[in-house]
């Protein structure tokens, strides 16, 4: 058996998610997290991806069950689902094992309707939980504020590890997409705290509009997110979800990368675009500050403002600027994060 450092012996413990493979924000941070944790010589990790075998598909389907059940009932029957005694749990919708590390990224399902709902029980599960994670202060804040948990343990996440690797769309693939002209690039989620009808307004304002420029919209079609951005026409083009790898040389390619957004546990496209040097432009909010410090453009969340810094965006050209936000971005590494959540963990193992 390896020892870990400063020769301790490996820790073990069971990290838990229910990664779809879908390439959103929640698998990339699944996956990334339980890499890093995987490559730590602290932990003897047992990585368990719920769904990718016949053991874990029955484990899902238990785990459903469990998700229909009171507390009362999951939180003495969850501690079956699971081998180790010191689980983290990355979904909330996995049951709690004997010992109960959850992330939280925000408390958006209960502050806005439109977003995926999280039954009662789960929450008030999770206010029991042996130590909660989230990735920002204000999260921290917002999960203190609205689900009364005394003290969330901030670990900022890393910069995806497949964006670095990613590399500029071509012309050809641009126009196979139906890009003919430089853009600004948002993607995301069409939910009210996107702010998608702010970015419309704000598009229309815009000199860049004005210059040809084309504004790029990526995310779920659900029903409202083309209205919301006047269903094309005036320099927008929409686009349906893309495959991963896809987006992030959309995102390399773009001139800029906007993020309206008005509520953010963390805001997974601004490291993301900072990493490659592609010009920010997001509402400020506490978050977005947070974690962009004066790397990106930030404007308060009206149509002028954000109009004007998106025309400011465009206009970054010097490699100093670029050169600030890639610097902002190796702020968050999953090593850091790795080492961070070992040292939770430590203090669960007996």
Not at 27 to 44: C, G, K, N, P, Q
Not at 185 to 193: E, P
Not at 253 to 272: K, N, Q, R, T, W
């Amino acid at each position: 058996m390896t020892h870990g450092a400063a020769g301790l012996a490996p820790i073990e413990v069971l990290v838990a998610g229910m990664s779809t493979g879908s390439g959103g924000g929640q698998d990339v941070y699944e996956r990334d997290l339980i890499a890093a944790l995987s490559r730590s010589t602290e932990l003897r990790l047992g990585a368990d991806r719920v769904g990718l075998s016949a053991r874990t598909i029955a484990r899902r389907a238990m785990s459903g069950r469990l998700l229909r059940f009171s507390r009362v009932l999951r939180r003495p029957l969850g501690p079956f689902t699971w081998d180790h005694r010191v689980v983290h749990r990355l979904d909330l919708r996995l049951p709690p094992g004997r010992v109960d590390i959850v992330t939280i990224h925000d408390v958006a399902p209960m502050l806005f309707s439109d977003e995926a709902r999280i039954p009662a029980t789960v929450w008030q599960e999770a206010r029991r939980a042996d130590a909660v994670i989230t990735a920002t202060q204000f999260a921290a804040e917002e999960i203190r504020r609205v689900l009364g948990l005394a003290a969330p343990i901030v670990i900022p996440h890393g910069v995806p590890s497949d964006v670095h690797d990613s590399l500029p769309l071509d012309t050809a693939g641009l126009r196979q997409l139906g890009i003919t002209a430089p853009y600004v690039l948002q993607v995301g989620g069409g939910t009210r705290r996107k702010n998608l009808p702010l970015l419309r307004e704000a598009w229309l304002a815009s000199d860049a509009r004005r210059d040809g420029v084309m504004l790029v919209s990526c995310g779920p079609m659900r029903a409202g997110r083309q209205s919301q951005l006047g269903g094309g026409g005036s320099g927008v083009l929409i686009l349906d979800v893309l495959p991963r790898n896809v987006v992030l040389r959309l995102m390399r390619s773009a001139s800029a990368v906007v993020v309206p957004s008005i509520y953010e546990g963390f805001g997974l496209p601004l490291v993301e675009a900072m990493a490659m040097g592609t010009p920010v432009v997001a509402a400020r909010t506490p978050s977005a500050v947070e974690v962009c410090g004066d790397a990106a453009i930030l404007v308060d969340p009206d149509p002028d403002s954000l109009a004007a810094g998106i025309d400011r965006a465009l206009s970054v050209r010097d490699t100093v600027a670029r050169e600030t936000m890639k610097a902002r971005s190796r702020l968050f590494t999953w090593e850091r994060a790795a080492s961070s959540h070992a040292e939770i963990y430590r203090g669960f193992v007996k």
